[in-house]
Structure formats: structure tokens, C-alpha cells
């Protein structure tokens, strides 16, 4: 029986509408073999928003988004919007969607791709097989938490202040998307925190300690903040499933990312409590390239993989995606930004083409 699904569309500005087309393509054509009907609303954000309706998030994206099953997100911002003041500004549709759809877990993959394993920039050794998930608490810790400001001390000195602060429910709900995640992997969670020091650390690390009684499939561990740096440079391939707070997931999500070197390969996942998620590229709106057909579309493409994985819980359909993903880039297509020797440099359209003949 066919399955039907509402997608949100938001592709934003620079190459967002140029990596969104080609996921759209590779969506319809997933949706053929797999019988399921997606029906695609597309919505302004960012930029592209400003000029035409005067805000980076107009109530009626945020509604569409509401409705439907699952948004996917290209990227916002550009040169033309940086000076604006701050309620213009592309950046704050996208905190406002994160917001408006109450989106506290954050789920960012950093997998090493056997064809690109050159652009890292550590030893082949070292990379080779890496594949972490790093799962980032989005809506609480040091950068909400009150109180903050910049104050006048008595004697008249300014001091600046910001509060790192967890609930019990906060944590427990960060911790069991990350026990979930590590259950449809390989089943080993790394929780990371500063344990040592912190006391807010402490009780993530006990709260964190009392979920694993609920997922007996799952092996913990546990490691601090400044270890886990260390560990994920020299030896990445210990980590499967990463769980931290909203600063140092930041931090180590951005480390973990770029032990594969290249940007425009890298999606990520926004999840909420039972509402639709959020599915988008790491990578910017790149204005410097946009409207020439020389931006990566995998990103993007992966995004939607993780879409229908995460989001619709479609995993077939999403592992035929990843696997196309491979494909093309075993049959040697590159775009500009991961071209290398020897391989066949394509643009955006024509890497989506390639990827359309590997999923017929
Ligand atoms: P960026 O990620 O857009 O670009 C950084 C570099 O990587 C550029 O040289 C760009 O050409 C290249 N690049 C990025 N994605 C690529 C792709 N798919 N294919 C090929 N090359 C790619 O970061 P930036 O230049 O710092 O920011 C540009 C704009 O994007 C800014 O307005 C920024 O605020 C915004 N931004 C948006 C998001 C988002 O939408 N989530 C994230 C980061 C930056």
C-alpha cells in the first residue's frame, strides 16, 4: 500500500535552490521504488524571505512546516543580508524554526567515505572506517540559561555571565534520541561531559547512567570534554555514538565533521518531541558559487537520506540513498569542491543526473 507523506521545503537562499532540486529528484524517484507518495509544499526562510515578505520566517512556513511529516532545509544567508540588524537577519529564521518546532536534539554524522578518504587531514590510518554520530543537546545548557547579560559589578566593573543549567527532563530526553540512535547503529554510546568540575556535569552523567538500564543493548561510557577532543584526533574510530551538551556538541560535532574535509558532504538531523523534523546540510548557502552549477549536492541529498531515516522511519529507502550516494562517487563523478586526480569533474545538475541512473 502506497504511504504518503507531507514534506516541508525550504531552500533558502545562494545554492540552496540548486542542491534542493536535485534532492526533490532523487525523493520522487525513491518514492517510485519504494511506494511512498510524497506530496512537497515548498516555503520561504532566510534572505529569500526578507525580500519578499519582510521577515526571515513568515508564520505561514512556520504553519507548513507544522503540517507536515518532515522539513527539508537547504541553507540561508548571504553577503547582501549581513548588515542588517538582527530581526532581519537570515540567521534568525532558522533559530525561530528550531525554536517554533521545538527541535532539542541535534544529530550530526561524520563518516569517512572510502573515495574521499584523501581530503582528511589526518593519516589514512587514522580515518579509515570512521563513522560517528554525534548527538547534540539544541535548546538548553550554556547558551539559554539564565541568568545572562553583561552587569555592572559594585565597584563598577562590567562582568559577563552565563549559566550552564540542565533539568532531569532535559537530559532524559537528550538521552534516550542518543540511546535510540546508538540502538540502530552499532550499539555503543559515548556520553561526554566535565563531570570533574562541572556540577551540571554531574547530573547528566547521572541521569545519563540511569537511562542505560532502559537500553541493556546499548554500552556505555563515559568521557570528559577535553579527553574526548583528544581521543576523537588520535584515534576516531573508538567512537561510534557521541552525547553531550549543547557547548561542547557544538565544539566536537564541528572537530568530528571535518575529519572528513569536505563540507558539502556532511547532513545533519534536528529532532523535536513527536513534531516533524529538520533535516539540512552543515554547510552554508556558499554565495561565492551559487547560480553557477558547481555546488556538491550530496550534502543535501544525504539530508534527505536522513530525512527518511529519522523522520519518516524509512530506512530501506534510506540506505538505497546513501548507497547511490556511494555509487556515483565510486563511478568517479566529483564536483569541484571534492575533485581530485584522475576522477570526472560534474556540476550540480549533472551529479544529481548520475545519481538518478544509479537509483534506476
Ligand atoms: P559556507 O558553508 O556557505 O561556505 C564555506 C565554503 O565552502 C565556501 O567556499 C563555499 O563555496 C564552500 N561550500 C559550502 N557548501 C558547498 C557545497 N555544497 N558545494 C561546494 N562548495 C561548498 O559558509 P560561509 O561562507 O561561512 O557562509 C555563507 C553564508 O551561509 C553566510 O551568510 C552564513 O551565515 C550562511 N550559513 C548558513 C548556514 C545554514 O543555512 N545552516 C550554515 C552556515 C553558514
Not at 165 to 188: M, N, P
Not at 286 to 301: E, H, S, T
Request: charged share 20%.
Amino acid at each position: 500500500m502506497t504511504q504518503q507523506f507531507r514534506i516541508a521545503l525550504l531552500s533558502g537562499d545562494g545554492i540552496g535552490p540548486e542542491i534542493m532540486a536535485v534532492a526533490v529528484d532523487v525523493l520522487k524517484r525513491i518514492g517510485q521504488k519504494f511506494d511512498l507518495q510524497f506530496d512537497f509544499e515548498d516555503a520561504m526562510i532566510g534572505g529569500a524571505a526578507i525580500d519578499q515578505a519582510g521577515t526571515p520566517l513568515p508564520e505561514e512556513t512556520l504553519e507548513t512546516c507544522r503540517q507536515s511529516d518532515a522539513v527539508l532545509l537547504a541553507a540561508i544567508g548571504g553577503y547582501k543580508w549581513d548588515t542588517q540588524p538582527r530581526h532581519l537577519r537570515p540567521e534568525t529564521g532558522l533559530l525561530g524554526l528550531r525554536a517554533g518546532l521545538g527541535l532539542f536534539a541535534n544529530l550530526r554524522p561524520a563518516i569517512i567515505l572510502p573515495q574521499l578518504i584523501d581530503a582528511s587531514s589526518l593519516k589514512r590510518e587514522v580515518v579509515e572506517g570512521v563513522d560517528i554520530m554525534v548527538v547534540r543537546e539544541l535548546t538548553g545548557g550554556v547558551y539559554f540559561g539564565e541568568p545572562k547579560g553583561i552587569f555592572a559589578t559594585e565597584s563598577g566593573e562590567k562582568r559577563g555571565v552565563n549559566t550552564m543549567a540542565y533539568s532531569v527532563s532535559e537530559i532524559d530526553r537528550i538521552g534516550r534520541v542518543a540511546f535510540e540512535a546508538a540502538q540502530k547503529r552499532s550499539g555503543k554510546l559515548c556520553s561526554v561531559d566535565k563531570a570533574n568540575v562541572l556540577e551540571v556535569s554531574q547530573l547528566w552523567r547521572d541521569r545519563i547512567t540511569a537511562l542505560a538500564a532502559d537500553y541493556p543493548t546499548v554500552e556505555l561510557s563515559h568521557l570528559y570534554v577535553d579527553n574526548a577532543a583528544m581521543q576523537l584526533l588520535r584515534w576516531p574510530k573508538q567512537f561510534d555514538t557521541i552525547v553531550t551538551g549543547n557547548l561542547f556538541g557544538d565544539i566536537l560535532s564541528d572537530a568530528a565533521a571535518m575529519l572528513t574535509g569536505s563540507i558539502g558532504m556532511l547532513p545533519s538531523a534536528s529532532l523535536g518531541e513527536g513534531g516533524p523534523g529538520v533535516f539540512e546540510p552543515v554547510h552554508g548557502s556558499a554565495p561565492d558559487i551559487a547560480g553557477q552549477d558547481k555546488a556538491n549536492p550530496l550534502a543535501q541529498v544525504l539530508s534527505a537520506a536522513m530525512l527518511l531515516r529519522y523522520g519518516l522511519d524509512q530506512a530501506t529507502a534510506a540506505d538505497q540513498l546513501e548507497q547511490s550516494v556511494l555509487q556515483v562517487l565510486d563511478q568517479g563523478y566529483r564536483t569541484p569542491d571534492i575533485m581530485s586526480e584522475g576522477m570526472l569533474q560534474v556540476g550540480c545538475r549533472a551529479m544529481g543526473e548520475a545519481l538518478l541512473k544509479t537509483l534506476d
